[in-house]
């Protein structure tokens, strides 16, 4: 009778083994499909522009997306970490700006489309422009989060409607950090909180009118803000307070 004890003992801790795999792996699933359900897909208008721009040449690299200028004249980079859920070519127009200023820019393409999950280092984004010197590293909304955690890789971090969970206040580092007055996810105060996370001499600037989706091409984003900047007129802001921070990184 006694060792029937040992072999029921061993039949719970089997079963118990058994529930505890299938939650596992129930839980895997679930996040797989979640990561999938409800991507916010790039507008096709805004992309096809920037394809059909003679002096850009976008190219997809697998890990990435490449948006290089045409004569090849480019030191300076930016590695750009989208927002959760947001279809990586849907910040191609909002930046193309930059490309024609000289600066040559990645947009990654996160794991499960969830900067979070994205556990490769700066450098499997800065390799796919060889030649470029000086590279930015930034990052939209959740993006952004992630892109701080690469910073000290970089030689500069710009935050897109986003703001830091990583303490770089004593880095050193140059930091831009651009937030939208109507945003209503990364609000302004909430990213004027996060402010001491930064080093002491970031810039922190508010675009007027600007919602938290004014950053890409993708649609309204539930629980944002209206914009009411147009979509040229933030093009013309996101490039001219960049390509001027970049600039101050070449002196």
Same mark, same amino acid.
């Not at 507008?43 to 690299?61: N, R, S």
């Not at 900047?229 to 093009?235: G, L, Q, R």
């Given at each position: 009778?006694?060792?029937?004890?040992?072999?029921?003992?061993?039949?719970?801790?089997?079963?118990?083994?058994?529930?505890?795999?299938?939650?596992?792996?129930?839980?895997?699933?679930?996040?797989?499909?979640?990561?999938?359900?409800?991507?916010?897909?790039?507008?096709?208008?805004?992309?096809?522009?920037?394809?059909?721009?003679?002096?850009?040449?976008?190219?997809?690299?697998?890990?990435?997306?490449?948006?290089?200028?045409?004569?090849?004249?480019?030191?300076?980079?930016?590695?750009?970490?989208?927002?959760?859920?947001?279809?990586?070519?849907?910040?191609?127009?909002?930046?193309? +700006?930059?490309?024609?200023?000289?600066?040559?820019?990645?947009?990654?393409?996160?794991?499960?489309?969830?900067?979070?999950? $994205?556990?490769?280092?700066? $450098?499997?984004?800065?390799?796919?422009?060889?030649?470029?010197?000086?590279?930015?590293? +930034?990052?939209?909304?959740?993006?952004?989060?992630?892109?701080?955690?690469?910073?000290?890789?970089?030689?500069?971090?710009?935050?897109?409607?986003?703001?830091?969970?990583?303490?770089?206040?004593?880095? +050193?580092?140059?930091?831009?950090?651009?937030?939208?007055?109507?945003?209503?996810?990364?609000?302004?105060?909430?990213?004027?909180?996060?402010?001491?996370?930064?080093?002491?001499?970031?810039?922190?600037?508010?675009?007027?009118?600007?919602?938290?989706?004014?950053?890409? $091409?993708?649609?309204?984003?539930?629980? $944002?803000?209206?914009?009411?900047?147009?979509?040229?007129?933030?093009?013309?802001?996101?490039?001219?307070?960049?390509?001027?921070?970049?600039?101050?990184?070449?002196?």
């Amino acid at each position: 009778m006694s060792s029937s004890k040992p072999r029921r003992a061993r039949r719970v801790i089997a079963r118990i083994a058994l529930v505890l795999a299938g939650l596992v792996v129930a839980g895997v699933v679930g996040i797989l499909i979640w990561s999938q359900v409800g991507v916010m897909a790039a507008e096709p208008a805004p992309l096809a522009a920037v394809e059909a721009e003679p002096g850009i040449v976008l190219t997809d690299e697998g890990a990435g997306i490449v948006l290089a200028p045409a004569d090849g004249e480019s030191t300076t980079g930016l590695v750009f970490i989208p927002g959760a859920k947001v279809e990586p070519a849907a910040y191609a127009a909002k930046l193309a +700006g930059l490309v024609d200023a000289g600066i040559t820019v990645v947009i990654t393409r996160p794991t499960l489309n969830l900067a979070f999950f $994205d556990l490769r280092p700066l $450098d499997a984004f800065t390799g796919l422009a060889p030649d470029v010197e000086t590279w930015m590293v +930034g990052g939209h909304s959740l993006g952004g989060v992630r892109a701080c955690q690469l910073a000290g890789d970089a030689d500069a971090l710009v935050l897109f409607a986003s703001y830091c969970a990583t303490d770089l206040s004593a880095s +050193g580092l140059p930091v831009l950090s651009l937030a939208g007055s109507e945003d209503g996810l990364s609000t302004p105060a909430k990213i004027a909180t996060a402010r001491d996370l930064l080093p002491a001499d970031a810039e922190l600037v508010e675009l007027a009118g600007a919602s938290h989706a004014s950053f890409g $091409d993708y649609g309204p984003q539930a629980g $944002d803000g209206s914009p009411t900047i147009s979509d040229a007129e933030m093009t013309a802001e996101l490039t001219a307070r960049i390509e001027a921070f970049a600039e101050t990184l070449r002196r």
